[in-house]
């Protein structure tokens, strides 16, 4: 069975608990089990994992070489701003798909700006908690069609 690594970056441990405006009022912790419910659907296993720190991120990016298939990864503001993580898409090698809760490209001009847009296999931004479940089902054709 396919592996995926759901990754979340800076910040996002706070979801559903403030600024529900902006994010919604959906906790982490409930996005990581639809995560996994929607994996199981799939067909794939779905491992979960948040930091707060760039280099852990980078870290788990390089754990996930040859044991996941694939990554759905918000890296949060770390999009923005991190060359490292962007290497370390590019270095894995791995699918990714960059997502983002919100509509990136409605906010500002900063956060239109993706280091990781371009090594990604894809991105999804603005449709809240569900953009996760979307680049899940895009992960699993990708990996299908691979075969
Ligand atoms: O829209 C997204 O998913 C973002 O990746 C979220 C990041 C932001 O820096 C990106 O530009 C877009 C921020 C996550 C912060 O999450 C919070 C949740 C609740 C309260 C405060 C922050």
Redesign the pocket.
């Known amino acids: 069975m396919p592996s995926i690594l759901v990754l979340n970056?800076?910040?996002?441990n706070?979801?559903?608990?403030?600024?529900p405006g902006?994010?919604g009022r959906t906790t982490l912790a409930e996005i990581e089990a639809d995560c996994v419910e929607t994996g199981r659907a799939l067909g794939l296993e779905v491992t979960c994992r948040q930091s707060n720190h760039e280099g852990a991120l980078v870290d788990a990016l390089h754990a996930a070489m040859g044991v996941q298939d694939g990554v759905v990864l918000?890296?949060?503001?770390y999009?923005?701003t991190s060359v490292a993580l962007r290497d370390a898409v590019s270095g894995t090698g791995l699918p990714v798909v960059e997502?983002?809760?919100?509509n990136?490209h409605a906010?500002e001009p900063f956060?239109q700006v993706s280091h990781l847009a371009p090594v990604a296999l894809g991105v999804i931004?603005g449709f809240g908690p569900a953009g996760y479940r979307l680049a899940l089902r895009a992960l699993a054709g990708h990996l299908d069609a691979r075969g």
Request: hydrophobic share 40%; aromatic share 4%; charged share 15%.
């Open positions: 970056g800076p910040n996002l706070l979801l559903g608990t403030r600024e902006i994010y918000n890296a949060g503001a999009t923005h997502v983002h809760l919100s990136v906010r956060r931004a």
